[in-house]
């Protein structure tokens, strides 16, 4: 059972020059995370290396060092067949984009109580996971009550 779970945008954001704003939070994010017994799922790994292997931000080598590095820092966890069922449903019930209902699937299933994205409903509960956007300063109590516990 893990406490944590992070989205790819926190990733992107922890990489990417271009959200200079939002750098330095997802980076501090992630350092407090990986203190944590905190885990990442497939799905984010695969979108993180997409996603910044579209966007000229990082070079190929680059990049694979530090996804290479997040696949050490953090466990990893893997999409079964039956989640992908889950993900399926969840999507349709509450109207969520499927790889992010995945996501959700795969956190819950795994026990993960919050998923810090930016991509999500702010304070949804969906089955035993809560969805929380750390860069919302409305949320800044919480998150840190969340990392320093």
């Not at 993180?48 to 820092?73: D, K, P, T």
């Not at 409903?121 to 300063?137: A, C, E, M």
Request: glycine share 4%.
């Amino acid at each position: 059972m893990a406490a944590f779970s992070v989205d790819t945008n926190i990733l992107v954001y922890a990489t990417d020059p271009s959200a200079a704003e939002k750098m330095p939070h997802a980076r501090r994010l992630l350092s407090s995370v990986a203190r944590t017994d905190a885990v990442i799922t497939q799905q984010v790994i695969g979108e993180f290396l997409n996603v910044s292997r579209r966007s000229s931000h990082l070079n190929q080598r680059r990049l694979r060092r530090i996804a290479n590095r997040l696949c050490g820092v953090f466990p990893i966890i893997a999409t079964s067949r039956p989640l992908l069922f889950d993900a399926f449903d969840l999507a349709e019930r509450y109207r969520l984009q499927f790889w992010d209902a995945v996501i959700i699937s795969v956190c819950d299933a795994h026990g993960v109580s919050t998923l810090f994205t930016e991509d999500m409903q702010d304070g949804q509960r969906i089955g035993g996971l809560k969805i929380v956007n750390p860069f919302n300063p409305a949320n800044a109590d919480e998150v840190d009550s969340y990392l320093l516990t």
